[in-house]
Nanobody, 121 residues
Framework: QVQLVESGGGLVQAGGSLRLSCAAS????????MGWFRQAPGKEREFVAT????????YYTDSVKGRFTISRDNVKNTVYLQMNSLKPEDTAVYYC??????????????WGQGTQVTVSS
């Protein structure tokens, strides 16, 4: 049974930082990509960043480039999203997902339960 468990969300002031973690278990993920998505109230779920587990290739949506960094720890089977220079518009529920390398929701087969990130102005 595949499990993705996010942690690290919270309330932070604009300009601050948070690091999200996603612990993966239940199968071998070496052939997968791990993605982060977010969903704000009343909006569709949107792509944030992805990393290919095998070679560490990464891809980001334009709005977070230079501020967010996705990384992985192969030993801990954990993916991270380091978020710096946070803005109020980054406020959303952040989801971890496992699937094919890409930026669309349908590329991912497994999803975590989400963690809330709130950025105050």
């Amino acid at each position: 049974q595949v499990q993705l468990v996010e942690s690290g969300g919270g309330l932070v002031q604009a300009g601050g930082s948070l690091r999200l973690s996603c612990a993966a278990s239940g199968r071998t993920f070496s052939s997968y990509a791990m993605g982060w998505f977010r969903q704000a109230p009343g909006k569709e779920r949107e792509f944030v960043a992805t990393i290919r587990w095998s070679d560490g290739s990464t891809y980001y949506t334009d709005s977070v480039k230079g501020r967010f960094t996705i990384s992985r720890d192969n030993v801990k089977n954990t993916v991270y999203l380091q978020m710096n220079s946070l803005k109020p518009e980054d406020t959303a529920v952040y989801y971890c997902a496992a699937g094919r390398y890409g930026s669309v929701v349908r590329a991912y087969d497994y999803w975590g339960q989400g963690t809330q990130v709130t950025v105050s102005s």
